[in-house]
């Protein structure tokens, strides 16, 4: 298999990372408890559509995007869940629901929950239901460049 977008990214800006393979889990808080990773550290791409435009919301592995909240937040006027048919496409280098949190690499924005940049890692898939990334948060940041918001209302599963 060709090099993904992802690694390539991180190969040519020379950062660290560590690739963790795990076995084959589709949840985030599967991952998580496969890895040993933190929930709060794991972070989960959730693909939203903001008034029909497809953009990511990265937040902890055990929280759910409140939609309310982030439309307020976006200003947007209609903000909905992607169904898997409005994105897969845009991923031809992913497994579908595998998606790395790095939109600009697919022409798309990202919200990152802020409670995940407290932290000195990050962790996400990257690009299949059997690796991770693990890189320093600082990095992520200054290649992904998310919007930071406060999902104040984003809550964990119960």
């Given amino acids: 298999m060709s090099e993904t977008r992802l690694h390539h990214l991180l190969h040519e800006q020379h950062v660290p990372y560590e690739v963790i393979h795990h076995t084959r889990a589709i949840t985030a808080q599967e991952v998580a408890a496969s890895t040993h990773i933190r929930g709060d550290m794991l972070a989960k791409t959730v693909m ?21 909240h982030l439309r307020h937040l ?6 909905e869940l992607a169904t898997e ?9 992913c497994e579908v629901g595998a998606m790395p949190p790095f939109g600009h690499l697919y022409d798309m924005d ?16 990257d690009g299949t239901h059997t690796d991770l990334v693990r890189m320093p948060y600082v990095e992520f940041e200054r290649l992904a460049k ?4 406060h999902l104040s209302n984003a809550s964990p599963r119960m």
């Fill in 110 to 125: 990202v919200y990152l929950e802020e409670r995940l940049a407290g932290n000195e890692e990050i962790a996400f898939n």
């Fill in 74 to 79: 976006t200003d947007a006027s209609r903000v």
């Fill in 85 to 93: 048919t409005d994105f897969r496409d845009r991923f031809p280098d």
């Fill in 48 to 68: 939203v559509k903001l008034d029909g435009r497809l953009a990511m919301v990265v937040l902890p592995a055990a929280h759910r995007v409140p939609l309310g």
């Fill in 146 to 149: 998310p919007r930071h918001v």
